[in-house]
């Protein structure tokens, strides 16, 4: 608890002396959140039904993401920023000495506040579209755990991007292309083509980890899925671990 108040504080001193910066990323946030709405709005004006996807079904899937997403720019992402500028400037001394896992301590020690006016909202939205799909308390409880183990497939696809770093001074742009991707994917699955879902949903499932929340409380969606993106994320994890050891094996101070 005390160095997730250390965090906060630094954050809120951080967050207000950037506070144009802060506040321009906020409303840019906001307003690609509207457009996706509006997009869904749209897409369904003509049609009740499309792929056997109600339109309250695919606002909740862009609403969904959007808390994925959320989630991890609150915890992780400026971590994440900080530690590829670290590695490649040999700046990490002061981090890997510390008593706390540097795995973890890195990565966490800061918190984009504005992200959580941008969850509050997409959490808002998200909760009045459950009471649409008239879900149950188990609906509920599977929806949450498919949101973490989104947020834990993008930290750790991050993790392992940045942490390559250590090896190749390019691979740090790899968490802009995994970004990318769940955006590219945060549509149906059954949109694309068979190759693609194949692929996206078995070698590397985003696309069943952005489409499974909405899945489940469809009920159009196996348990399979959910213990298939468990037993993956935790494959995951290790390799996770196993590439920052090895990685800080091969660091290179900067004194």
Partial sequence: ???????????????????????????????FFS?????????????NSVNGWQQVDYLLLVTTISNIVYLYNIFFIIGHENLSTKILGGQLDYDLIRPMNSYWYIVTNRIDIPSIFNLIISLVVSAFLLIQEHVHLLDIFVYILSIILGVGFIFLANQIAVSLSFWLDGFSALGGIIENTVNLFSRP????????????TTIFPILLVTNLPVLLIKHAGSWNYLIYVIIFEVILFYISKLVWQNGTKRYLSAN
């Fill in 1 to 31: 608890m005390k160095f997730l108040r250390l965090a906060w504080r630094l954050s809120l001193q951080e967050f207000l002396a950037y506070r144009t910066t802060s506040i321009l990323t906020f409303i840019l946030a906001t307003m």
């Fill in 189 to 200: 699955m059954q949109i694309f083509p068979q190759i693609i879902q194949m692929i996206f």
């Fill in 35 to 47: 457009v996706e709405i509006i997009t869904g709005l749209v897409y369904f004006s003509m049609e």
